[in-house]
């Protein structure tokens, strides 16, 4: 039991870290979703190291949230790896791989409403 709260721990910060190194500061009233021509020839003010994955990739809302948008449903797509790497495959770990899952959006929702502000 403690080894699985360490994981969730690890894994909220592996997720809240890759969440803010893909922020940047960009230009009044830029929309992160059109395919605006001008990100091609300027780049953003304030920039983190992975701010590219947000800047370039053009995934739209639904595709753009589990990845790099929104902490609660990145929990699903970054849960993957460190779950299954630790538990490894086998029958009872897809069973619990959706409760591991609810747990850590849980905890990252309470560390977005609580800690983060965000």
Known sequence: MIDLS?????NAL??????FSCHFEGY???DLISNSDKRLFTKP????ILYWVRYRWRLGNHLAKPVYLCTI???SLHGLIPFFTYYGFSGKTFIYFPF??????GLNAALMYKVFND
């Open 28 to 30: 009044e009233g830029f």
């Open 14 to 19: 592996l997720i809240w870290g890759f969440y």
């Open 100 to 105: 591991y899952v609810l747990t850590l959006a």
């Open 6 to 10: 360490i994981l969730l721990l690890l």
């Open 73 to 75: 449903c990145m929990s």
């Open 45 to 48: 003010k304030n920039r983190m």
